[in-house]
């Protein structure tokens, strides 16, 4: 028999499969998956390797097939599923077979194990006491005091016994070979989860709910194994949906992954599925130790686990029988990976589930372009939630234009509205949140007058501001010097949008001096559980506002939180991105959704200088559909995702003059090898930011309706990039549908 064996080395000359024969005493235990020890190269090092599969013949002249020397005993044995996985990703999204095994296998080596032990009394009380008598008799104090407190308790725990008795290891060792005890060992799980359970209060659903509930349920009894999105209102209960949709799997044995995008939700969702599963449930996120993150994965694989909550990393759980993958705010950008291979989790979700027979459940109050146009197409079933749970009204929403409150001499970043109400909760006792849009940080210019935002000509992206003194465009290169007036209005109030978290929280404390104010961005959340502290102080009413970026508007549920005050709205409308309308409806969608959860009617106010986008008005109105329609239609006009599928080929090299060069041949190469297939090549041209670290780079864009088209191109590419030894000096990634 032999093995297809792929050798764990970061070398992509090597990332191809080496046939190794397989010793007759491994045979019956060596399985796909398994990590094994090699010799490789001329010395035959030692080297280690994953198996990708076994087969009977062999493709390579026998004489100079090696032999495999061992099972490795360090590795993590892992699931033939997650390595077909690992092959999947690398032809759909490029990149090497070890980068995507290093992707799915997050952890290839044993952490210590932390062990428990016990002693354990072997005698019955009558021989034990008269044991007792005899070390007394011989003056053997500690083996004395050893069987009285063995008498007293059958088993003690052994760090008791050497800590608050001071009994050494030799004694205990004399009393187990005299047969008066036994040590017994466990491994003990670290868990991450650190909560005692609470009783679940029983869940009224909404007819809502119970429709979708009942739905999935049928489907799954009958084996139908879907993939479902649903579209529900902020606060319409789609946390208690998911929670009834696990347990119903849980409840035929099997396991289910939720996702979530970032850490800063985890502590909340945690608690809610803690309270409902115990500790059958555990958490992924990369703010854990190793040893936890092993432990994890161990617990998982030993079925101690039902159900693994945490960001993208999670979908690898190496769960023995997955039924459910549960990705919650499926919008989010943080679902995409920016590593190679750069695979985006609700497809590769699709797929795992696809594998292993599970079905999938894609949630959002604002579901991306792409999930909603596939949902359209009936490619997904799509489930819509209007109402909140508990039939609470949504906020009232008011956009105030920030010209106006320039011209009529407020030159604060708070709007006299957004004061106003702000004083009215503090007098009530309410509480506010104050979410700064930092997205699009990158210096776009506006005028301060009109609103009017200087554009690429050819693009429709607005152009940033480089410190050469030009604007430049980061899709197409063209580029102009920076204006000194406004071209619509002649006005000399033009610039560059600056703010940051911590000035807006010196605002409101000079603005109100009596207020309790917290702040929560990267650098006061960059310590282990910072996020944790900072939300439960103000779910305990510590403070009376929380100022921060978008981390404070995914899927918190604060009741006491009537107002939401949106800073800067327009920042990322104006990223040179064309899903910049869909994030900025997003995240202003999510943020307003903050408002009044509790018995309250919640209020909110916009600020902005473009208050006619259909993004803002949309957003306002929390009106999805009104969006959707508006959008499709720029996007299949301009033939971006999803109505076409997108890859970006990014070229890096130190030497300027060398990655000219080779993006000229690469960009020639695609436009031979597309031959009639329908492909638009774009660029190149430089990715945002032209250089990093003395190291230039390029972008060129390819355009096709299918996605197989651009797969395929992506391997004609990878196979001349390959035969080329003019590109070893390059770092080339493909992305596909960058975000």
């Known amino acids: 028999m032999f093995a297809d064996v792929i050798i764990d080395i970061q070398n992509e000359k090597l990332d191809k499969i080496f046939q190794y024969r397989i010793p007759e005493e491994i045979e019956d235990r060596l ?73 799915v296998l997050p952890i290839k080596q044993k952490e210590n194990a932390k062990v428990k032990k016990r002693l354990r009394l072997l005698l019955d009380h009558e021989t034990g006491t008269r044991q007792l008598h005899y070390y007394l008799e011989k003056n053997q104090k500690a083996r004395a005091r050893l069987m009285a407190a063995l008498l007293d308790d059958e088993v003690l725990e052994y760090e008791l016994v050497t800590k608050k008795l001071n009994i050494t290891l030799p004694v205990i060792r004399a009393l187990e070979e005299q047969g008066v005890l036994a040590i017994e060992s466990e491994q003990v799980f670290r868990n991450p989860v650190k909560q005692t359970r609470e009783q679940a209060q029983p869940v009224i659903y909404t007819p809502e709910q ?46 289910a992954i939720v996702l979530i995008p970032e850490i800063a939700l985890t502590y909340q969702t945690v608690m809610r599925f803690y309270r409902r599963f115990g500790d059958r449930v555990s958490i992924m996120n990369s703010r854990l130790s190793a040893g936890e993150r092993y432990d994890q994965m161990m617990r998982a694989r030993a079925g101690k686990v039902d159900v693994m909550i945490g960001p993208r990393s999670a979908l690898f759980t190496p769960f023995p029988d997955l039924g459910l993958i549960v990705i919650d705010e499926e919008h989010e950008p943080t679902y995409k990976s920016e590593q190679t291979p750069r695979y985006h989790a609700r497809e590769t979700a699709i797929r795992r589930a696809q594998m292993e027979n599970a ?29 909140r749970s508990r039939m609470q009204s949504m906020a009232e929403v008011y956009t105030v234009d920030m010209r106006e409150e320039l011209k009529s001499g407020n030159r604060s970043i708070l709007s006299r509205r957004l004061q106003e109400l702000m004083q009215e909760r503090l007098e009530k006792k309410e509480q506010t949140m104050l979410f700064l849009n930092r997205r699009g940080y990158s210096g776009f210019v506006s005028c301060r007058e009109c609103g009017h935002v200087i554009k690429c000509p050819h693009c429709s992206v ?75 102080a103000f779910a305990n009413e510590e403070a009376d506002i929380l100022v921060g970026t ?76 009104a969006f959707y329609q508006e959008e499709i239609r720029y996007r299949e006009l301009m033939g971006y995702p999803p109505a076409e599928e997108l890859l970006a080929l990014y070229v890096s090299c130190e030497d300027e003059e060398l990655l000219e060069k080779a993006c000229h ?47 395929r191109m992506k391997d004609r590419l990878e196979q001349y990039i390959e035969i080329n030894s003019g590109f070893d000096k390059m770092r080339i990634q493909f992305d596909f549908n960058p975000m």
Not at 40 to 54: A, D, L, M, P, S
Not at 61 to 76: F, M, P, R, T, W
Not at 223 to 234: D, M, P, Q, S
Not at 668 to 677: C, P, S, T, V
């Open 665 to 711: 041949y690469l960009k020639e190469y695609i436009l031979m090898a597309k031959g009639r297939a329908e492909v638009q090549v774009i660029g190149p041209a430089s990715p945002g930011i032209e250089k990093i670290k003395d190291v230039y780079r390029r972008v060129i864009y390819m355009k096709a309706a299918q996605y197989d088209i651009l797969v």
């Open 550 to 625: 978008q981390m404070i508007v995914k899927g918190h549920d604060f009741p006491n939180v009537t107002l939401v005050g949106v800073l800067a709205a327009d920042l990322s409308l104006y990223t040179d991105d064309y899903r910049s309308g869909e994030r900025t409806f997003q995240l202003l969608t999510q943020a307003v959704g903050r408002a009044g959860r509790g018995e309250r009617r919640g209020e909110a106010v916009i600020q902005t200088y473009s208050p006619d986008h259909y993004a803002i008005q949309a957003s306002a109105a929390q009106d999805y559909e």
């Open 210 to 255: 119970k429709f979708v509930i009942e739905s999935f349920r049928k489907d799954y009894a009958e084996e139908i194994r879907r993939t479902y999105l649903i579209h529900g209102v902020t606060g319409s209960g789609k946390t208690e949906v998911y929670m009834e949709m696990i347990r119903q799997v849980v409840e035929e044995g099997k396991q």
């Open 31 to 103: 399985k796909p998956g398994m990590e094994v020890v090699v010799p490789f190269g001329k010395g035959n090092r030692q080297i280690r390797g994953y198996v990708t599969g076994i087969s009977e013949t062999c493709d390579y002249d026998l004489s100079k097939v090696k032999e495999i020397i061992a099972i490795s005993e360090k590795g993590v044995e892992i699931e033939a599923k997650l390595i077909a996985l690992a092959a999947w990703m690398k032809e759909n999204y490029g990149g090497t077979m070890i980068q995507a095994l290093k992707t």
């Open 359 to 387: 079905s999938v459940v894609l949630g959002s109050a604002t579901p991306s372009m792409e999930a909603m146009y596939r949902a359209r197409r009936g490619e997904y079933v799509l489930f819509e939630m209007k109402n």
């Open 462 to 536: 607005s152009l940033s501001v480089h410190r050469d003194g030009k604007m430049r465009c980061h899709y197409c290169g063209y580029e102009q010097p920076r204006v000194e007036a406004c071209p619509e209005c002649g006005s000399r109030h033009i610039g560059e949008f600056r703010a940051g978290t911590q000035q807006i929280e010196e605002i409101v404390k000079n603005t109100f001096p009596g207020a309790r104010v917290l702040r929560m961005d990267m650098d006061t959340t960059r310590q282990k559980d910072a996020h944790e502290k900072i939300l439960s």
